[in-house]
């Protein structure tokens, strides 16, 4: 690599000018394409020759490891199923507490801070 393969490009000069060529699908068209050819074969689950997508297919492949036994392929197809359960952790209550408490002490706003609850 040489020094001049170092310098940056000149403003508003591009390092492809030619770019991408027009038409060229891009790999999450090509993908989803792949994944719509269909196939006749035997379903695992019936035995009876079908017709299925590659996408099927997968998910066949999946639901066969899950009949089988497999933990991790039977919570796949119930995240799937069913979304992913969802795992917050409320971290913003004890800062919104003490964010009251020192706009209570700052505006001068008399509070409880006894047994009984008076305000002195």
Request: a negative charge; charged letters at 25%; aromatic letters at 6%.
């Given at each position: 690599m040489s020094k001049e393969d170092l310098i940056p490009f000149k403003k508003g000069e591009s390092g492809n000018p030619n770019g991408r060529p027009k038409g060229v699908p891009n790999s999450k068209t090509r993908l989803l394409r792949l994944l719509e050819i269909t196939q006749n074969v035997k379903n695992p689950i019936t035995g009876e020759l079908e017709d299925f997508s590659i996408a099927e297919r997968m998910d066949l492949a999946i639901l066969n490891k899950a009949l089988k036994g497999d933990i991790r392929a039977y919570q796949e197809l119930m995240d799937r199923l069913e979304g992913k359960a969802r795992q917050t952790t409320d971290?913003?209550?004890?800062?919104?507490?003490?964010?009251?408490?020192?706009?209570?002490?700052?505006?001068?706003?008399?509070?409880?801070?006894?047994?009984?609850?008076?305000?002195?």
């Open positions: 971290v913003n209550q004890e800062i919104v507490y003490k964010s009251l408490d020192i706009n209570i002490i700052d505006t001068g706003i008399p509070f409880a801070d006894n047994e009984k609850g008076i305000v002195d």
